[in-house]
């Protein structure tokens, strides 16, 4: 699979179900109700 090797290809110690836990990770935290605002930054 191509894509699996864009990501490990440089960062060889992250495991497939790392990589897994990570994406279940952020689609739980997109499907969350709550939305934090963040700072702008200033220049």
């Known amino acids: ?5 864009i990501i490990s290809d440089p960062h060889p110690r992250l495991t497939h179900e790392a990589v897994k836990a990570a994406l279940a ?6 499907r969350a109700d709550v939305v934090y605002p963040v700072a702008e930054a200033v220049s």
């Open 25 to 30: 990770f952020a689609a739980q935290a997109l």
């Open 1 to 5: 699979m191509q894509k699996k090797l």
